[in-house]
């Protein structure tokens, strides 16, 4: 394939759609991430519990993958009591 390639008009017109949308949902998805960053640190605050903790809540939530998160802390589990550091 080469890197030269010539497009004509219709495909012109979509690659400048695809950009310009694309361009539009990144900008969007910041200023949401900044919003939800701004509110997941206030609610931290506010109960004293670390940010950390709350953003893995909602990206487990998100995943619907809390079996598996389970499963991975009773293998650490494991693992730390079998050294002897649980």
Known sequence: MSD???FNSEEK???QHLV????R????LEILRGGLSDTVKSIAEEMEIKPA???KAINVAYKMNFHEQ???FELLE???ETVGKA
């Open 53 to 55: 903790v709350l953003n």
């Open 13 to 15: 017109v979509k690659l």
């Open 4 to 6: 030269n390639k010539i």
């Open 25 to 28: 949902v990144k900008e969007e």
């Open 78 to 80: 494991n693992i730390l």
């Open 20 to 23: 310009n949308e694309g361009i």
């Open 70 to 72: 389970t499963d991975e």
